[in-house]
């Protein structure tokens, strides 16, 4: 995390990757059932930016409830990213790495976009 938030500190935009994914991973980590996150923000020069979710939540937790909590709460934490950035989501159960959902479990495409989450979420 810390060195992709390095190389993006360089590159002369004012967004902060470091503070993005520090505030992704208290708002994910504040969703009920989520036991762990591991979160990274991607910006290749003159390529696409992608952010990588991944969500891991308590061995009895019901998937698809911590699924649309989470991309609320992602939501809610990703006023500062454009919405065009693709987001690779995925939960699964502790122990179940194997086993677990992507947002097409409630309605969104496999990889959708910030704007996406956000529409599905009801945040502007």
Same mark, same amino acid.
């Given at each position: 995390?810390?060195?992709?938030?390095?190389?993006?500190?360089?590159?002369?935009?004012?967004?902060?990757?470091?503070?993005?994914?520090?505030?992704?991973?208290?708002?994910?980590?504040?969703?009920?059932?989520?036991?762990? %996150? &591991?979160?990274? !923000? #991607?910006?290749?020069?003159?390529?696409?930016?992608?952010?990588? $979710? =991944?969500? +891991? @939540?308590?061995?009895?937790?019901?998937?698809?409830?911590?699924?649309?909590?989470?991309?609320?709460?992602?939501?809610?934490?990703?006023?500062?990213?454009?919405?065009? %950035? &693709?987001?690779? !989501? #995925?939960?699964?159960?502790?122990?179940?790495?194997?086993?677990? $959902? =992507?947002? +097409? @479990?409630?309605?969104?495409?496999?990889?959708?976009?910030?704007?996406?989450?956000?529409?599905?979420?009801?945040?502007?």
């Amino acid at each position: 995390m810390g060195l992709f938030a390095s190389l993006l500190g360089g590159c002369g935009s004012s967004f902060n990757s470091e503070k993005f994914l520090k505030g992704i991973d208290t708002a994910l980590g504040n969703v009920p059932g989520v036991v762990s %996150t &591991s979160n990274n !923000y #991607y910006n290749t020069a003159g390529m696409s930016t992608s952010i990588s $979710i =991944r969500i +891991t @939540a308590a061995a009895d937790a019901d998937l698809e409830k911590v699924m649309a909590e989470s991309l609320r709460a992602f939501a809610d934490a990703s006023a500062d990213v454009d919405a065009t %950035t &693709s987001v690779a !989501y #995925y939960v699964f159960n502790e122990g179940a790495e194997k086993t677990g $959902i =992507r947002p +097409t @479990a409630v309605g969104l495409a496999v990889t959708p976009t910030v704007g996406q989450i956000r529409q599905y979420a009801g945040v502007k």
